[in-house]
């Protein structure tokens, strides 16, 4: 059998708030085993750029990380958010290690190549961007990795990849050596029959009723890529995917995702 | 016999010359066997404060690190120059690994007692700091750990250190398992007898000489620290103390310390 493992991720909502961040770091520290946390950025990149009169570049609605842009993130996740997750689980005993890409050559990315929109510094991952053996090696360390979305293209460029993306990515690889469960954490307490009902929560979905709740609308927006990406990780070997609240990680009310 | 081990240490000036700060990568990553590398921080965090409109902090000419200064720096150092030089390092075959003390609890440190002054959020280290196990295991995986200059007090806090401080410390820490030489790089081929010759390079300076060199006022202001914490870094078993240009690290013109 092989051991578990639990990969965690946060975005950026809680990452503004520095009470609930802290709040989740306290319950995180509570989870039994190996594990890893990864995290997005909040809104303070875009703040400041905006006091530092940077405009964020938009190109068909969708943003562009220039070189600039590239800076201010690199900053805020990989030094301010990163250090301050790694200070605050150390507080809690663990033994956190923070990650980009570009240490120990973890995760090796792409440039988005250029077709109609030039996205910039953005790094897209594939299947042997994840260097599993060496992740294994900091597993057996006890230390936690932490990854913030920052990689690199192995020529030292670093690239900004969505942290989802880096999750899935990390269980997908892992799932040879680990039973991987991905936890996709944010606001609600997982995917919502009725958007105005905290309640709703739909606990179970599986490749057979997705499609239904795709075409009823139920799951729309933000949602979608990232049930495609926990469908995808399922079908690459994970053993399972939750969607659930950053803040109530530690109860039972959440959606599992599963293939049948 | 111990196994080498060399700590290379760059500061400020460099960091602010994209150039430079390549052209040392590219000769750090020719050096031969397990190597470290500590970076300060350049000006970049002061001119971003003063693009913010945050002011710096002065108390008796000496700089505060208050919060906010805390999280710029800690933005700079662990965030934009660590990852941009393990990227580079990454991008020349050197398996680098970015590091804050916080990152797998490898630096402790403790906030500076307030006495006359309140230095804010800046850490001291003492004896016991640094966690050479798992730094040593990190060599063993043939990884170059990257130090930036944030340190952690263990519940959370983090904490600025003295980037010359951090290179002694784990100079000294390291040299029971290694023999340690310790590199100080900066914009001068070594201490010179005549600031106004650059090639007047004292190459070798042993305790004996240290005194006469001070009274004379050859040696004065910035590299008097250096010196001290070089020769107390000697005290403690580091086999050899090296201050060199960052530009020219593979020639032989440089000083060389030791004890007698």
Redesign the interface.
Known sequence: MKPELKIFKIGGGIIDREADLMEFVRLFAKIDGPKILVHGGGKGASD?MK??GIAPQLVNGRRITDAAAL?IV???????T???L???L???GV????L?G????VILATKRPVREIDYGFVGDLNEASVNSG?IQ?FLH?E?TPVFCA?N?D?????LNTNADTIAASLAKALSKEYAVSLHFCFEKRGVLEDISDDNSVIEKITLNNYGELKESGIIADGMLPKLENAFEALQFGVSKVVIEHALHINEELKTTLWLN
Chains 1, 2 share one sequence.
């Open positions: 400041m006091n530092l800076d690199t900053m805020f996740y990989a030094g301010k990163n250090k301050q790694v200070a605050a150390q507080g809690r033994n956190a290690l923070g980009s570009a240490d120990g050559n060496l090696q360390l230390l920052i690199h192995g020529h030292g460029q670093l």
